[in-house]
């Protein structure tokens, strides 16, 4: 019986360590290991042990703080460099969009006008148009969002991180 | 009222490694240096790819700085970032696995130094106590190393050690009893208990 309790306690102790009990039991712990001297040598060894653990000092580089700004410099660059490249890819891309639709716009709409300005026929046009115009544009659009693909690739086979 | 003076320091870190402010980045290598360093001696049981851990850790921490909310406090976001770290380390050189709760001595002797003049638990050891528990700390299991350290050393709740081992409350309060046990025999100068 009395074992049990020890046993009990033990885990009490070790759940207060750990800090996983309620005020009530560091309470009710409290007073107990003022009366019982074998928990109280547990809870002792336990705390012994804890202190031991504060009682490392590891040594630490005095350079590598120096070496972590250098890296850490080099690196925040290079994502606002790569930052930068999406932007300008985002409103390439864009661009590319608003050309293709101006591109089909004019093909459609302004045949006509274009075919009497240059004695053809507005199938002649609208054809010269979709070959000049709108399937670059197009083109440009679905090869874009290829780009960063194709640098990291690039940046790849040349052994730089990506 | 400015925005910095009604801010909690973790806000101030979160606003900081959204806008991946360098300046606040320098301020906290040097805050948190010695800690993440001890952090990874206490998980890996080495001194050896410590200081390259721990600028890879910061260099994540300026690439993924916007995955931190600033809602709980940085360290256990920090320690999670190492961890991961510390893991893809470990898988690299095929040591014992962090996750692993099992109690395999085999893995946990090819994990540690085997010579006691290598252990970096030996060469810090600067007190009687902490002499007595360096070979104790290098053969036990790093999951139980890992538990101790952030409990008493960085004094996490058990709910941010469970957070950044991904485990469960109950499953951390379990490491943390059995590393103190393998410390008390120790102490009492009984055998391992790892």
């Keep these: ?90 409103w390439s891309y864009v661009a590319a969009l608003v050309l293709t639709l101006a591109g089909s716009f004019a093909a459609m709409q302004l045949g006509d006008r274009f075919a009497s300005a240059f004695s053809a026929s507005q199938q002649q046009v609208q054809l010269g148009l979709i070959a000049i115009w709108i399937v670059p544009s197009v083109c440009f659009c679905l090869l874009l969002p290829t780009l960063p693909l194709m640098s990291k690739r690039r940046l790849h086979a040349k052994g730089l991180p990506l | 009222m400015t925005l910095a003076a009604t801010e909690s320091e973790p806000e101030r870190i979160a606003r900081g490694l959204r806008h991946r402010d360098v ?13 993440l360093v001890r952090y990874f001696i206490f998980l890996l049981g080495t001194r050896d790819p410590v200081d390259d851990l721990v600028q890879e850790t910061w260099l994540r921490v300026l690439e993924r700085g916007r995955s931190y909310d600033g809602e709980s406090r940085f360290e256990p976001w920090l320690f999670a970032v190492a961890r991961n770290l510390a893991i893809d380390h470990t898988r690299k050189h095929r040591l014992v696995s962090l996750d692993s709760d099992d109690n395999d001595e085999r893995e946990a002797v090819s994990f540690s130094p085997v010579s006691g003049a290598d252990s970096p638990f030996e060469q810090a050891a600067r007190s009687e106590d902490a002499q007595h528990l360096a070979q104790s700390l290098q053969l036990l299991q790093p999951v139980y190393r890992e538990a101790l350290v952030l409990r008493f050393q960085e004094e996490l709740s058990l709910q941010e050690i469970s957070q950044v081992v991904g485990a469960s409350v109950s499953t951390v309060s379990s490491r943390i009893y059995r590393g103190l046990a393998a410390l008390r025999q120790q102490m009492d100068g009984g055998a391992h208990a790892n």
């Design chain 1, 1 to 90: 019986m009395q074992t049990d309790r020890h046993q009990s306690i033990c885990k009490l102790i070790d759940k207060s360590l750990a800090g996983d009990v309620s005020s009530q039991e560091e309470k009710s712990l409290r007073q107990h290991l003022l009366a019982c001297a074998a928990c109280k040598q547990y809870w002792d060894t336990s705390n012994r042990a804890i202190a031991g653990l504060k009682g490392f000092a590891f040594e630490t580089d005095p350079n590598l703080p120096g070496k972590i700004f250098a890296a850490l410099t080099l690196r925040a660059a290079q994502l606002e460099t790569q930052q930068l490249s999406h932007r300008q890819l985002a």
């Design chain 2, 23 to 35: 300046a606040l980045l320098q301020t906290l290598v040097q805050q948190y240096q010695y800690r």
